[in-house]
């Protein structure tokens, strides 16, 4: 199994508070990822970094920000939390570059936070 | 568009039992194809990648084909066990994408009954 954590794994929480997901792993992988996933639809990236300091949005506008001060730590904040936020919310990470195929390095997976605005 | 279509959306299968999940995608250029299996709750986890010049890999009872002619491919599982109930997802990558952006289908949600 990936060395890729995430707290909480459950978190309720009222509209208007802020919130911060936290996302470690221990791999030391350059590349990190956020994804957003509702039940039985595919899992959409929105935000990742390619290294400390970098950041970019994904393919799925979100109203959350992320940081990488740190390679192994990569937290999703919040804000003002609204219903629509209620998610499941996937980090992941990955070495940077290619493999001995030329092909991305595999991407791993944390246990997800599943996050329920009231 | 690239898209990543699978069938069948949800599945029931008696334990001991084998099944086969599809995946159409149209995905270009095609990098490699992935597939996870993703237990309630938690995150996906990989089972077989497979690139443009593979078009079988093995993983236990777990066996992926890929044909990159028609863009589709298949996850056979053998002698079903109740562990295997899970959602699987296909997710495929482009060619050329140095972010090596995936795409994931919807999944497929396999119910193994004792």
């Known amino acids: 199994e990936a060395d890729i954590y995430q707290t909480p794994r459950y978190l309720v929480i009222g509209t208007g508070k802020k919130i911060t997901l936290e996302c470690s792993q221990t791999m030391g992988h350059d590349k990190m990822y956020w994804y957003q996933q509702d039940p039985g639809m595919e899992l959409h990236l929105i935000h990742y970094?390619?290294?400390?300091?970098?950041?970019e949005k994904g393919d799925l506008s979100s109203e959350s920000t992320v940081s990488r001060i740190r390679t192994e730590h990569f937290p999703l904040t919040l804000e003002s939390a609204r219903p629509s936020h209620t998610s499941q919310y996937l980090c992941?990470?990955?070495?940077?570059?290619?493999?001995?195929?030329?092909?991305?390095?595999?991407?791993?997976f944390g246990p997800g936070t599943r996050l329920t605005v009231t | 568009k690239n898209q990543v279509e699978q069938s069948p959306q949800s599945l029931i299968i008696l334990e001991g039992k084998n099944c086969t999940l599809q995946?159409?995608?149209?995905?270009?250029?095609?990098?490699?194809l992935r597939w996870y299996k993703q237990d309630t709750g938690r995150g996906p986890v990989s089972l077989t990648i497979?690139?443009?010049?593979?078009n079988t890999k093995s993983n236990g009872r777990y066996t992926a084909t890929l044909d990159a002619d028609t863009k589709q491919s298949s996850l056979h599982i053998t002698a079903s066990q109740l562990s295997d109930s899970a959602s699987y997802i296909c997710?495929?990558?482009?060619?050329?994408?140095?972010?090596?952006?995936?795409?994931f289908g919807r999944g497929t949600q396999l119910t193994v009954w004792p």
């Open positions: 992941a990470s990955s070495f940077a570059g290619t493999g001995g195929l030329g092909e991305p390095y595999e991407q791993y």
């Open positions: 497979m690139t443009f010049s593979e």
């Open positions: 997710v495929v990558s482009d060619r050329g994408s140095t972010l090596g952006r995936l795409y």
């Open positions: 995946c159409n995608y149209t995905v270009s250029p095609f990098s490699n």
């Open positions: 970094s390619y290294g400390v300091n970098s950041t």
